[in-house]
């Protein structure tokens, strides 16, 4: 094929455009196999009964469907068909793409066969990826519409129902069965189709052997190559990090790994009769169990690559090569893995700190950060996918990891990193990419041999746009665009790959290196979010959330993981990544599943820290109780009792010994660990992961965690001041005003002292549930202190007042007890002389004391008018009864003729 027509057929804009297209396909069959598997979503005629003879005949039949002569089959279908049009209209058009997708993907693979491409991921990095990525994207189309178990009833009854409603079948139909009849047994029928590939696909992934080796090592290769190390080597700290392949060192290996074993499954040929893409397999099927196809879907590796290897002659020894893996992968990989976590851990944490502290260094050094990410997202990614499906092992701890959280915070944190210091990277990346890149692609150019014209204007043009770059531009806030290059660069890896090309990429690395730096430093300035996005992006955890839930579980019950434990609600964030405009309708789905776990999480980490906190405070008010005036009796009685210790050398019996206060304080072992010590360490590492971050968005929504903890301090202040004041609604106890003063004033006190540690308003907590303290009801609609105070001195002590039981003192200004033979009362003094209610007034505030001032009036008044009932009733005898007072005869036969419920005198 001519130069020429390499140029018309565009190449990279083809792959570009039908990749993009292949996701949104991809995401499409997913959604309809989604859907169709849960009966709450499946289309409701497909779950109706008078349906079912419809179905089965639909499906028997497919796709020779006979409409005009089957109505006694296709009945219902015919009653219902406008709403079956209504409904599987989306469902139908999807199949559409799915075989127009596949006619392109055809056409464009035919078109690279007949242009002898030459691909190698280290040279044509952006061609190699794409025509790897769209094999793959279209094989997990076809693998997951084969999954699909309605595919026939739906195609089939929309047919049918489109023939009733327009007189005549949809024109795609007849090409749309045949092909999903086709590809009932996928594999088989693909590995047929990509039999004229197997040279191109084969180049491709044995390109790839060198650097998937390389990023296979182990944690002992990483630790002694001191990888993602800065100060292993501090002469050379501020050398720019490069690489003949940039774009390489951050590649997933999970995607490298897709590459090769769906590449060698639809390209088995090679296997037997090349070593190296043999040893390429081996090594790949050593890695994992599972791959991921798309979301939660997998493929399960050695399964399926068995199955087809097993119907096919002359593949013995593939097949013993794969059970021999699958054993390797079972016996070695978990360790393998946790190791490489473990390695992670320690490496990004020293890399996080240096860059925090030297935030200049993303200058030189911004490879590593996204080198990290993308580390951190392959293991997390493993561990997930296993977890999930991994459900017999005789290792299970191999697939569950407790220190999860520690990574997940890293890459939220070098993220950060990134974002923060966006200009720093803007700016060094800017003066590279002039007063570097610039200059030494046009020395590169100018050596060239051969240089066509198209070329030739293309890569002028490169130099051209860096070299017009200055400083100013990042000064000034600017917005970079640099995707046209990068396209550029695209097209010109596609027509220099084409194997009558007179400028061959592959004859000139030079390059081919040189661009591929460009392009990395290009990214720096216009798109680092996407490349954040590309390298660190765990939206797959939305389709894992019960693995999600339960390493949020695992990571508040280890003490030491709570301060990374923010990192969860974080990647919250990371949902809104999986959308794709071709499929609008997941959307709300995927954005309520984000806020709800976001949430939940947040209201965790909150209710735990708050919890901790009252049980700070609760602990600080027993202290605080221990210098009440009711205890320093005991402490006078013992000083007094000093005297006489030569007459008492022993205690009685059954007198506890009381510590004095402060003696907690006492240390002689530091080793030993109080309660008081637990809850501190709990409430400093849930108050490091509460303040981490002071806002974020989920879905367009900010979220704020200090909210959260200050709603939930609020609440459980609110119930721990009610608990504290102790009513007894069966024995009328309650706790005396300023015992429970001197208790709320301690936690008050403690919570105050946490006001710059817990990000919390620590004044608005306290302000709203002591006002909340002194309304009848609190927020919640709970009781309050005024309430039950309230009551107690309604129910209790103006009771007793009013039955002669509690009097009132002029000279103590209080009400006290009278004392009774046989009756065991309380001491009305100790809660109505001035310090009590002096303590009341400050409790209560003003709010509470009119309440209960209106309460107790009302009473009093109702108590006032029912005696001036009494007067009015008995007038004429207490008349008589004034006149005669002094006249002890007639008044003891006057005061018998008084009436009322209770003896008139005693009321």
Known sequence: MSLTSAYQHKLAEKLTILNDRGQGVLIRMYNIKKTCSDPKSKPPFLLEKSMEPSLKYINKKFPNIDVRNSTQHLGPVHREKAEIIRFLTNYYQSFVDVMEFRDHVYELLNTIDACQCHFDINLNFDFTRSYLDLIVTYTSVILLLSRIEDRRILIGMYNCAHEMLHGHGDPSFARLGQMVLEYDHPLKKLTEEFGPHTKAVSGALLSLHFLFVRRNQGAEQWRSAQLLSLISNPPAMINPANSDTMACEYLSVEVMERWIIIGFLLCHGCLNSNSQCQKLWKLCLQGSLYITLIREDVLQVHKVTEDLFSSLKGYGKRVADIKESKEHVIANSGQFHCQRRQFLRMAV????????????????????????????????????????????????????????????????????????????????????????????????????????????????????????????????????????????????????????????????????????????????????????????????????????????????????????????????????????????????????????????????????????????????????????????????????????????????????????????????????????????????????????????????????????????????????????????????????????????????????????????????????????????????????????????????????????????????????????????????????????????????????????????????TSQIVELKKLVVENMDILVQIRSNFSKPDLMASLLPQLTGKRPLPLQ
């Open 349 to 860: 944490k020293e890399l996080e700190t240096v860059l925090a502290d030297e935030p200049g260094l993303l200058g030189p050094k911004a490879l590593f950060a996204f080198m990290a990410l993308s580390f951190i997202r392959d293991e997390v990614t493993w561990l997930v996918r296993h977890t999930e499906n991994v459900t017999k092992t005789k290792t299970p701890e191999d697939y569950a990891d407790s220190s999860i959280a520690e990574l997940l915070f890293l890459l939220e944190e070098i993220r950060s990193l990134v974002r923060r210091h966006i200009k720093v990277i803007q700016q060094y990346h800017l003066q590279y990419l002039a007063r570097f890149d610039a200059l030494v692609l046009s020395d590169i150019i100018q050596n060239l041999s051969v240089c066509p014209e198209e070329e030739s204007v293309i890569m002028s043009s490169f130099v051209s746009t860096l070299s017009s770059l200055n400083l100013k531009q990042v000064d000034n806030g600017e917005k970079f665009e640099f995707s046209g290059l990068r396209l550029d660069w695209f097209r010109l890896q596609a027509y220099t790959s084409v194997a009558k090309a007179p400028l061959h990429l592959h004859e000139n690395p030079d390059l081919a290196k040189v661009m591929n730096l460009i392009v990395f430093h290009s990214r720096m300035l216009d798109s680092v979010e996407k490349l954040l996005v590309e390298t660190s992006d765990l939206s797959t955890f939305c389709f894992h959330l019960r693995i999600f839930e339960k390493m949020f579980a695992m990571t508040l019950e280890e003490p030491t993981m709570l301060r990374y434990a923010i990192a969860f609600p974080l990647i919250c964030a990371h949902f809104v990544h999986c959308t794709h405009e071709m499929c609008p309708e997941e959307y709300p789905h995927l954005k309520n599943h984000g806020l709800h776990h976001c949430n939940s999480f947040l209201e965790e980490l909150a209710k735990q820290t708050s919890n901790c906190v009252l049980e700070i405070c609760a602990e600080q008010r027993n202290l605080s109780e221990q210098l009440l005036p009711k205890h320093c009796a005991t402490t006078i009685s013992k000083a007094k009792n000093k005297k006489t210790v030569k007459q008492r050398q022993t205690p009685r019996k059954g007198e506890p010994e009381r510590d004095k206060p402060g003696a907690e304080s006492h240390r002689k072992n530091r080793s030993v660990v109080t309660n008081m010590d637990k809850l501190h360490l709990n409430l400093t590492e849930l108050a490091l992961t509460m303040n981490h971050v002071y806002s974020f968005s989920v879905f367009e929504h900010t979220l704020f965690p200090s909210e959260y903890l200050s709603s939930h301090l609020e609440a459980r202040l609110n119930r721990a001041i009610v608990w504290l004041a102790g009513y007894n609604a069966t024995t009328q106890e309650i706790v005396r005003p300023s015992e429970l003063l001197a208790g709320v004033k301690a936690y008050i006190g403690f919570i105050q002292s946490l006001a710059q540690f817990l990000g919390a308003d620590a004044s608005r907590v306290i302000r709203n549930a002591l006002l909340q303290q002194t309304q009848p009801l609190d927020s919640c609609g709970e009781q309050t202190v005024t309430t039950l105070y309230t009551n107690w001195y309604l129910e209790s002590l103006l009771r007793q007042a009013s039955s002669g039981t509690i009097i009132f003192s002029p000279a103590m200004q209080a009400f006290i007890s009278l004392p009774r033979e046989g009756e065991q009362n309380f001491s009305a003094e100790e809660f109505s002389d001035i310090s009590e209610m002096r303590a009341l007034a400050e409790l209560l505030g003003p709010y509470g004391m009119k309440f209960l001032s209106e309460n107790l009036m009302w009473h009093v």
